[in-house]
């Protein structure tokens, strides 16, 4: 599965948008990406995932380039309860059963 | 809807002492798996089953034994627990290899060996 580069930390104020960067250079034809968030030690929630097309869902919209290389989850209206640990994983269908999840990205919402 | 169920959700264990951790899901899933996840670091997996009496080693199997005979269970065992050992751990199911699905976490037991 490739590997996938995300900022440490971001910050964002509460009700603004939240726009959280992968890079995945060397994604693959068959490699989906998958983003999961981890709020303080629960276990890992899964938000969204995509292959080519842009996905929203009820809870984020993920955004790829059109050469698949990095990607962009949005969250439209960022909430305090929205503060955690972001992981961008590519994987592909059928693939390794691991999900290598990284270090993520730390989201902090500020009121 | 219960969805993955971990206990003990807290456990502190002396050095060399054995134990199980429980790990049950309701929703049918065929695939199941176990990762640790220690401070600063991201999950790393353990073992994995992708049905009834079929498991696999993850990333990181040594001391751990693992056994699905049911496809609701997958308990993870420590035959002997070491101080490297502590960790948070996670199970996770999904449905089907051949979906391309998300995978559904419990909420993790927090291990301690003294």
């Known amino acids: 599965d490739a590997k996938t580069t995300q900022p440490t930390s971001m910050d964002c104020a509460e009700g603004r948008a939240a726009n959280l960067p992968c890079n995945h250079s060397?994604?693959?034809?068959?490699?989906?990406v998958y983003w999961y968030r981890q709020i303080h030690s629960q276990g890992p929630q899964y938000i969204i995932h995509?292959?080519?097309n842009n996905e929203t869902n009820e809870m984020a919209s993920l955004i790829i380039t059109e050469d698949r290389k990095s990607s962009t989850l949005i969250l439209p209206h960022a909430t305090l309860r929205d503060t955690a640990v972001y992981y961008c994983?590519?994987?592909?269908?059928?693939?390794?059963?691991?999900?290598?999840f990284g270090k993520g990205t730390k989201l902090t919402v500020n009121p | 809807n219960a969805g993955v169920t971990q206990t003990p959700k807290f456990q502190v264990l002396k050095t060399g002492q054995s134990m199980t951790l429980q790990c049950a899901q309701d929703m049918n899933h065929e695939y199941m798996s176990w990762y640790r996840q220690d401070p600063g670091m991201g999950l790393r997996l353990i073992h994995y089953?992708?049905?009834?009496?079929?498991?696999d080693q993850g990333e990181v199997p040594n001391g751990y034994n693992v056994s699905r005979s049911t496809t609701e269970d997958f308990p993870l065992r420590l035959l002997s627990a070491a101080p490297s050992q502590t960790s948070v751990y996670f199970c996770?199911?999904?449905?089907?290899?051949?979906?391309?699905?998300?995978?559904?976490f419990g909420q993790g037991t927090r291990l301690t060996v003294v």
């Open positions: 994983i590519v994987r592909a269908q059928g693939g390794s059963e691991k999900l290598v």
């Open positions: 089953s992708v049905g009834a009496g079929i498991t």
């Open positions: 060397t994604i693959s034809g068959n490699e989906y």
């Open positions: 996770a199911s999904r449905p089907d290899r051949r979906m391309n699905t998300e995978a559904f």
């Open positions: 995509g292959l080519k």
